[in-house]
């Protein structure tokens, strides 16, 4: 059956998007055509950008809700958020143990579940666009943002992607440093594409937006020739560089301004540390 290619608006940035085919596997994508260069490629705004990640409430003291992060703050309570690229908390939600969704969202697992949660105060009458990594990264996750006009990104481990087949970064490697492949594939008639980049390893994205090109270029150093060379880059992966980090910025300024307070009551920390967002 011949495929139709259309161009669709979505957030400021036209992509060529290429309908799946009837028996639903997924496939690479042609290179785009010509008329490319006719496209409005400009980057969304930022006040569109929304990014879920984890936050860690240094705590050192005994409580049943203090949990172990080896990659920040050894110890403390765990948040999830929901920020701005500027660091602007706009919703978060305390970690007690267990992630039950809620009567009014459909349950897809735990890590999924807490974006539905974090991204209800989005609106549905304009075009938002959100941000989260492997940890949240579910198929049905990123169905139910487009049900209601979210678009999402996010890095994905491919055992939550069941068909989702990628050359392995061995072979990668042989082709260089800025290889990537890009497939397309339709769950509950809503269109996924998955990107493979390969940079010093292999970084796998999802996302129901955005596209591989247009191509950006990037630099690395060479060792062998020793100097930097430029590598194309996937524009997906280009704009989830650019606007992910908007978590990471609030704890960094946290982390200049925290409130330093000996406390014995574990209550006490979460108000310092609301305080200090």
Known sequence: MQRKIETTQKGRVLHKFVASSVDGQDEHLPDSDSDSEDLDLSIPLQGQMFCADEQIIPFKRKSALKCYNPKKHKWGYKLFALCDVYGTVYNSDVYTGKIV????????????????????????????????????????????????????????????????????????????????????????????????????????????????????????????????????????????????????????QLAYYRIYVRLKKYYMRFFYHFIDK
Request: net charge positive; with cysteine.
């Open 101 to 252: 969704p809620k009567p009014y969202h459909r349950d897809i697992g735990a890590s999924g579940n807490i974006v539905l949660q974090l991204s209800n105060i989005i609106s549905s009458d304009q075009t938002y666009l959100l941000y989260f990594d492997h940890w949240f990264s579910l198929p049905l996750l990123f169905v139910e943002l487009y049900k209601r006009g979210i678009g999402a990104i996010g890095t994905i481990r491919l055992p939550r992607f069941p068909g989702c087949a990628f050359t392995s970064n061995a072979n990668l490697k042989k082709k260089g440093r800025g290889t990537y492949e890009e497939k397309e594939s339709a769950i509950e008639n809503v269109n996924i594409r998955t990107i493979k980049w390969f940079d010093n390893r292999g970084v796998i994205l999802a996302t129901t937006f955005s596209s591989a090109e247009p191509l950006r270029k990037t630099e690395r150093w060479d060792k062998n020739e020793k100097k930097k060379v430029a590598i194309q880059k996937p524009y997906a992966v280009d704009i989830y560089n650019k606007f992910m980090g908007g978590v990471d910025l609030l704890d960094g």
